[in-house]
């Protein structure tokens, strides 16, 4: 393969990755009725899942891609906080997905190709990136006064659980369109 066509693929995955997660956030608001906790909290929380499921299968472009949507849809979220303030946040809370993965496919010898990848892999890997990212997403809301201390672990468990949701409901769907497509190729035996 060829650097420039390399190069493509990347800008190809930053670019699907991107527009998912921001689909994803899109759609998760028609579901705000049932499952909002409070704000910036849902109970299922769709775009979770699409940013464990990039980071699986996307890796460094679609962190970019995802990176640059959440800068996006954190300007119109908090159009009163600083623009730095915005990037840290998008990158202190997109980067819990990353480190949980790269952590769980090390404890778990999961194949960088998810060759090997099982249906409690998938479960682990929710868990751990949900709760982490519950945890340092409200360190940040407290730092930045969304949240107050007293609330902080309620909401961490909420946002956990949420994250949890939406992570399980797209790489268990991912997981399972994969097996059957697998199966599907596979010689049938008769």
């Known amino acids: 393969?060829?650097?420039?066509?390399?190069?493509?693929?990347?800008?190809?995955?930053?670019?699907?990755?991107?527009?998912?997660?921001?689909?994803?956030?899109?759609?998760?608001?028609?579901?705000?009725?049932?499952?909002?906790?409070?704000?910036?909290?849902?109970?299922?929380?769709?775009?979770?899942?699409v940013k464990l499921l990039a980071v699986l299968v996307g890796r460094l472009p679609a962190i970019v891609g995802i990176m640059v949507v959440s800068v996006h849809l954190g300007a119109s979220i908090w159009p009163d906080k600083p623009m730095t303030a915005i990037v840290y946040f998008a990158f202190v809370s997109l980067m819990t997905y990353p480190i949980?993965?790269?952590?769980?496919?090390?404890?778990?010898?999961?194949r960088k190709n998810l060759s090997n990848l099982r249906y409690h892999h998938i479960v682990v890997l929710s868990v751990v990136a949900s709760i982490l990212n519950g945890l340092v997403h409200n360190w940040l809301y407290l730092a930045q006064g969304v949240t107050t201390s007293e609330e902080l672990w309620?909401?961490?468990?909420?946002?956990?659980?949420?994250?949890?949701?939406?992570?399980?409901v797209v790489v268990g769907i991912f997981h399972a369109v994969m097996g059957v497509l697998r199966s599907a190729r596979s010689p049938q035996l008769d």
Request: proline residues 3%; glycine residues 8%; hydrophobic residues 55%.
């Open 100 to 110: 949980a993965t790269l952590g769980v496919m090390r404890l778990f010898h999961i």
């Open 1 to 49: 393969m060829h650097l420039p066509e390399i190069r493509r693929s990347h800008i190809a995955i930053a670019v699907i990755s991107g527009l998912l997660f921001s689909l994803s956030f899109r759609l998760n608001q028609y579901f705000d009725a049932l499952f909002v906790y409070s704000a910036g909290i849902s109970l299922l929380f769709l775009p979770a899942g």
């Open 154 to 168: 309620l909401k961490s468990a909420a946002m956990a659980l949420g994250d949890f949701m939406g992570c399980f």
